[in-house]
């Protein structure tokens, strides 16, 4: 049982991040910036969008003709980056990425590549299927080292895109550079909370505990990481440290779905 419920930590962690963020869907997409994605391709998930705000929904649909007609590379850029925008809104990381990512193409700006290598990692984390978990992760990738190919130092794209080798055929590579970026900065509060993650994904709950504390030490708010030490504690047996963990969690947290998947971890400890 407790096996399962490591399984599910990352689904767990999204949750406490993202909770309100509407269900994804890849939108397939190799088309030009004069066109962008095709209004069919949108159009057949609209059902699994209609959650969705519709203030939301109709400025995404307003600004995509305005997009698909638009004719200045510049005013269609500003579109992009408009949509993209809404559609993070709308949760919907994987259209967010495809035109943040034209944005990124005419601003060519560091932040502007950033934005769009972090919205294929947001849909990276979402994706179900290993297909769609590796072509986002790749795109992913692309951009963060493109973004690395001018600013070597900037230690937090560095830990995302350690963090998307994880799932490929080379999870090593993944904690190399991990271990690179906790080299250099030791209080790297990214690096330190992926790397406790890891550690109780395989097993070592001794290291994970080691990692998180010290991630704590940096940031003693870290909610997301008092949930992950609670875990690691508990699969040390140290279950009394493990309850106060999850206590402070429900403090810090008051998330209807936060205190629900904290419950059930305090249920198994009695």
Same mark, same amino acid.
């Given at each position: 049982?407790?096996?399962?419920?490591?399984?599910?930590?990352?689904?767990?962690?999204?949750?406490?991040?993202?909770?309100?963020?509407?269900?994804?869907? #890849?939108? =397939?997409?190799?088309?030009?910036?004069?066109?962008?994605?095709?209004?069919?391709?949108?159009?057949?998930?609209?059902?699994?969008?209609? &959650?969705?705000?519709?203030? #939301?929904?109709?400025?995404?649909?307003?600004?995509?003709?305005?997009?698909?007609?638009?004719?200045? /590379?510049?005013?269609?850029?500003?579109? *992009?980056?408009?949509?993209?925008?809404?559609?993070?809104?709308?949760?919907?990381? @994987?259209?967010?990425?495809?035109?943040?990512?034209?944005?990124? /193409?005419?601003?060519?700006?560091?932040?502007?590549?950033?934005? *769009?290598? @972090?919205?294929?990692?947001?849909?990276?984390?979402?994706?179900? @299927?290993?297909?769609?978990?590796?072509?986002?992760?790749?795109?992913?990738?692309?951009?963060?080292?493109?973004?690395?190919?001018?600013?070597?130092?900037? !230690?937090?794209?560095?830990?995302?895109?350690?963090?998307?080798?994880?799932?490929?055929?080379?999870?090593?590579?993944?904690?190399?550079?991990?271990?690179?970026? +906790? &080299?250099?900065?030791?209080?790297?509060? +990214?690096?330190?909370?992926?790397?406790?993650?890891?550690?109780?994904?395989?097993?070592?709950?001794?290291?994970?505990?080691?990692?998180?504390?010290? +991630?704590?030490?940096?940031?003693?708010?870290?909610?997301?990481?008092?949930?992950?030490?609670?875990?690691?504690?508990?699969?040390?047996?140290?279950?009394?440290?493990? /309850?106060?963990?999850?206590?402070?969690?429900? =403090?810090?947290?008051?998330?209807?779905?936060?205190?629900?998947?904290?419950?059930?971890? !305090?249920?198994?400890? /009695?």
């Amino acid at each position: 049982m407790l096996k399962t419920r490591i399984i599910l930590i990352v689904a767990c962690v999204a949750v406490i991040v993202l909770l309100f963020l509407l269900p994804k869907v #890849v939108v =397939e997409n190799d088309g030009s910036v004069a066109t962008g994605p095709a209004a069919d391709s949108v159009g057949q998930h609209a059902d699994v969008h209609a &959650a969705a705000p519709r203030a #939301v929904l109709q400025s995404i649909a307003s600004l995509r003709i305005q997009y698909q007609t638009g004719s200045e /590379k510049e005013k269609n850029a500003i579109f *992009a980056d408009s949509l993209a925008g809404l559609y993070r809104i709308a949760g919907k990381f @994987d259209s967010a990425a495809w035109f943040s990512e034209e944005t990124a /193409k005419f601003f060519n700006t560091t932040e502007s590549w950033i934005e *769009a290598g @972090d919205d294929y990692y947001q849909a990276f984390g979402f994706a179900t @299927d290993e297909a769609k978990q590796n072509r986002l992760a790749g795109k992913a990738q692309e951009l963060y080292k493109k973004v690395l190919d001018e600013n070597p130092k900037n !230690l937090d794209v560095k830990t995302k895109l350690a963090m998307t080798y994880l799932s490929s055929t080379n999870p090593m590579q993944g904690i190399m550079l991990l271990r690179e970026v +906790l &080299a250099e900065d030791p209080k790297n509060e +990214l690096a330190l909370y992926n790397m406790g993650m890891l550690s109780i994904q395989s097993g070592q709950h001794e290291k994970a505990v080691e990692r998180l504390e010290e +991630l704590l030490k940096v940031n003693p708010n870290h909610t997301q990481g008092h949930l992950l030490l609670g875990i690691a504690l508990m699969n040390t047996g140290d279950n009394q440290r493990a /309850k106060e963990q999850f206590e402070r969690v429900k =403090e810090m947290d008051e998330d209807p779905a936060v205190q629900a998947t904290v419950d059930s971890y !305090l249920k198994d400890l /009695k």
